[in-house]
């Protein structure tokens, strides 16, 4: 598979802000939402990045998305625009797969750029990675900056993958919340992150695959699908663990998913009752499994912080124990 890097986001490099998927008039309804938006504006601006917004996003159907059309010219006209250095999404939603066989993949391979998101971005990430050899990234959209506390490892995630060269290690937070902070800045609640828990033990080198898994799981059988041949498996998910148990089942059965090299899993919302007990459960019974390096607790999904990673990159997990590596060799 041929990869292709964008360059790294440079100061008075201009990010444009759009909605593949919900559009920005979804989150902006009430005064403290758009206050949130103005200040993610203004810290995407303190790291020196200048941030205009494409033409559409405030267009809302009926499911709070662009209409089609409209999602399709602000996309293509942020790659074809040389002004242009970096995409952030919006926020995620339920149907960016609806525009994915009608983008100018062409037009992308001819202009590699930055693009971050993720939930249902992961279409986007695989989709871009496979039609044009473009390396995405999973990691923050724009209305994640705007939470007023407890962002700074966001931010820093942020500037490791797309603002410099060097790899970095992906270390577990001190602290993490899954409260709506967007609905309330001054009410949190933040929880010990224990680290990385060692489903199995083992050590492996391979290629960024992943993101959410129940959209990565919405291409399968199509021409948009990665192959998962000497991946290393990154994902998460929101729902209950017995739904994650199957779609990761499923996955595993994919082209290639006889050679996946590892996985790491993004932590879960409570909710999902994904314990300990319930992951190693899960992991036992998948026997392409069997005798990799899997890890729980990554600081990446529907909690924060976010960290943000290369889909199409590479990493190198080794998992012994209690002592765990994360790196992103290339990125």
């Not at 802000?17 to 810290?43: D, F, G, M, Y």
Request: hydrophobic share 40%.
């Amino acid at each position: 598979m041929k990869r292709v890097y964008p360059p790294k986001l440079q100061p008075g490099d201009l990010v444009r802000i759009v909605a593949p998927s919900r559009s920005l008039t979804a989150i902006t309804h009430s005064e403290l939402e758009k206050k949130n938006h103005a200040l993610a504006v203004s810290r995407l601006e303190s790291l020196g990045l200048r941030v205009d917004e494409a033409e559409h996003i405030y267009e809302s159907d009926p499911f709070d998305c662009p209409p089609i059309e409209s999602r399709l010219h602000d996309l293509h006209q942020a790659f074809a625009d040389p002004e242009v250095k970096g995409l952030i999404t919006v926020i995620g939603g339920w149907n960016g797969n609806q525009i994915l066989e009608r983008i100018d993949w062409d037009l992308i391979a001819g202009n590699p750029k930055v693009f971050c998101g993720y939930s249902d971005i992961t279409v986007f990430n695989a989709a871009m990675l496979v039609k044009s050899g473009l390396v995405t990234y999973s990691g923050p959209h724009i209305s994640t900056f705007g939470m007023r506390d407890g962002i700074e490892p966001t931010v820093e995630g942020f500037q490791k993958a797309l603002m410099q060269d060097q790899p970095f290690e992906l270390i577990p937070t001190q602290e993490w919340s899954e409260d709506p902070w967007f609905l309330d800045q001054d009410k949190r609640e933040f929880q010990r992150n224990p680290g990385y828990l060692t489903l199995q033990e083992g050590e492996a080198q391979g290629t960024i695959i992943g993101g959410n898994l129940c959209t990565l799981s919405l291409l399968q059988g199509t021409e948009f699908m990665p192959s998962l041949e000497g991946a290393l498996l990154f994902l998460e998910d929101l729902r209950d663990v017995r739904e994650f148990d199957r779609l990761l089942h499923s996955l595993l059965e994919q082209p290639g998913g006889e050679s996946v090299r590892g996985l790491v899993i993004g932590r879960f919302p409570s909710a999902s009752e994904a314990t300990p007990e319930a992951l190693a459960h899960v992991v036992a019974m998948k026997q392409r499994l069997k005798g990799l390096p899997v890890i729980y607790g990554a600081d990446f999904g529907h909690t924060a912080p976010h960290m943000t990673f290369p889909i199409g990159g590479e990493a190198h997990l080794r998992a012994v124990g209690n002592d765990v590596s994360l790196v992103i060799t290339e990125h």
